[in-house]
């Protein structure tokens, strides 16, 4: 998807990193060296932790990214606990930079699946489908359960406009290849079903990527 800006708008795109419970857009942001975004220290205090056990985690190991706000008023946050899983980094950048950096967000602690005893983070199947022409970044992942038989992982994903026009034994080229590549990824099967542009429903705040139907049919 950032490739797929930078190419359209000619231009070239910076992370920044932010929560709404926090400060909004500003607690960390790229530099031009693309390698993890640099935290504003004197405002924010970060920590990585285990979800599980609220452990301290060191340097370079993803976790539960912490923060504790330093020179917030009225509303102080005291180790607020983001649910985003990151690693940290306090090496120095080759920007120049000291601040720590965090890397880019894998994903959140309560977006992970459980499938078939599985832990499944919907970032993991992201990463695939983005790595192959033809896909566009919308997509969504169904996972369902039928009359107390074993879970079944569905992953829709649009086509672009360019390999809709190539016709159906294309797609189910690509659809193959992609199940294949997901099997390696997540370590189990998935139905992967490839439909066609526009198909998938649009949402004016954040997607809803998941449609876990186990707590509706359970």
Not at 35 to 60: A, Q, S, W
Request: charged share 25%; net charge negative; with cysteine.
């Amino acid at each position: 998807m950032r490739r797929e800006i930078e190419e359209r708008f000619g231009i070239e795109a910076f992370d920044i990193y932010g929560l709404t419970e926090v400060i909004g857009p500003g607690v960390s942001a790229e530099c031009w060296q693309h390698n993890g975004l640099h935290v504003n220290e004197d405002h924010f205090y970060p920590e990585v932790i285990d979800p599980e056990t609220g452990k301290r985690l060191p340097d370079g190991e993803i976790g539960e990214l912490v923060f504790t706000c330093l020179t917030r008023e009225a509303l102080p946050l005291l180790r607020y606990r983001t649910r985003d899983r990151v690693a940290l980094v306090h090496k120095a950048c080759p920007c120049g930079r000291t601040s720590v950096r965090m890397q880019r967000v894998q994903g959140r602690t309560d977006d992970m699946l459980i499938v078939r005893g599985v832990n499944v983070f919907p970032t993991q199947i992201e990463q695939v489908l983005l790595s192959h022409p033809g896909l566009t970044s919308n997509y969504q992942i169904i996972v369902d359960r039928q009359h107390d038989q074993l879970d079944e992982l569905e992953v829709w994903a649009e086509v672009d406009e360019a390999l809709h026009r190539q016709g159906g034994q294309a797609i189910g080229s690509l659809q193959t290849t992609v199940a294949k590549d997901l099997q390696q990824a997540l370590g189990l099967h998935a139905h992967v079903l490839l439909v066609d542009p526009h198909h998938l429903p649009r949402s004016e705040g954040k997607v809803k990527r998941v449609l876990d139907r186990r707590q509706l049919t359970g």
